[in-house]
């Protein structure tokens, strides 16, 4: 079974400044194709989760130019560049190449 | 635009099986993977299973003894099937397409007596 480790659990964040999350898999999610299946989620208080970036750092039509992933093999990242009040909530990475598995979520909070 | 959305029993008596359907709405069913994935209340997200409309099956390893996935593709309707329920099964289930980040609105299911 492959293992999403994020870090870190919570993450508590000043409106305007940056934020990070790391997320590390178990094994390499490099396809055959050369892409990288990995995704980052976030779930808002109350909702279904809405897929951020895929890929490793394609940002779904209509996401903030504000989030931005990276990583290859089995180290990823994604980052905020200016946190709002309306991105509050727990992240998820997830990756699909061996089955599916989910990171066990960061939670963002506003200071 | 694909739209998703979970129906089924909100109350399931333990050892019983738990039982949902998702309707797609909108757009292609394609030759895509359809997602069950659940959600305990305060906690993380758990892949169940997928399904692909060919009627190719993949499974949580963790639950594979007791879930089956199944499509019926005339109805645009994909089912979960959880055998010997208990309470640690209580949780938010989501039906989902993955890959383009659709998923459901979720239905509670609450295993008890």
């Known amino acids: 079974d492959v293992v999403m480790t994020q870090i870190p659990l919570s993450l508590s964040v000043t409106p305007g400044q940056p934020a990070s999350i790391s997320c590390k898999s178990s094994?390499?999610?490099?396809?055959?194709?050369?892409?990288?299946?990995l995704y980052w989620y976030l779930q808002k208080p109350g909702q279904s989760p809405q897929l951020l970036i895929y890929?490793?750092?394609s940002r779904l039509s209509g996401v903030p130019d504000r989030f931005s992933g990276s990583g290859s093999g089995t180290e990823f990242t994604l980052q905020i560049s200016r946190v709002e009040a309306e991105d509050v909530g727990v992240y998820y990475c997830?990756?699909?190449?061996?089955?599916?598995?989910f990171g066990g979520g960061t939670k963002v909070e506003i200071k | 635009q694909v739209q998703l959305q979970e129906s089924g029993p909100g109350l399931v008596k333990p050892s019983e099986t738990l039982s949902l359907t998702c309707t797609i709405a909108?757009?292609?069913?394609?030759?895509?993977?359809w997602s069950w994935i659940r959600q305990p209340a305060g906690k993380g997200l758990e892949w169940i299973g997928r399904i692909q409309t060919s009627g190719t099956t993949d499974y949580n390893p963790s639950l594979k003894s007791r879930v089956a996935v199944s499509v019926d593709t005339s109805k645009r309707q994909f089912s979960l099937k959880l055998t010997s329920v208990t309470a640690a099964d209580t949780a938010v289930y989501y039906c989902?397409?993955?890959?383009?980040?659709?998923w459901g609105q979720g239905s509670l299911v609450t295993v008890s007596s």
């Open positions: 997830m990756q699909g190449i061996h089955l599916v598995t």
């Open positions: 094994q390499s999610l490099l396809r055959s194709d050369g892409k990288t299946s």
């Open positions: 890929e490793v750092s």
């Open positions: 989902a397409f993955l890959g383009a980040g659709i």
């Open positions: 909108g757009g292609s069913i394609g030759k895509y993977y």
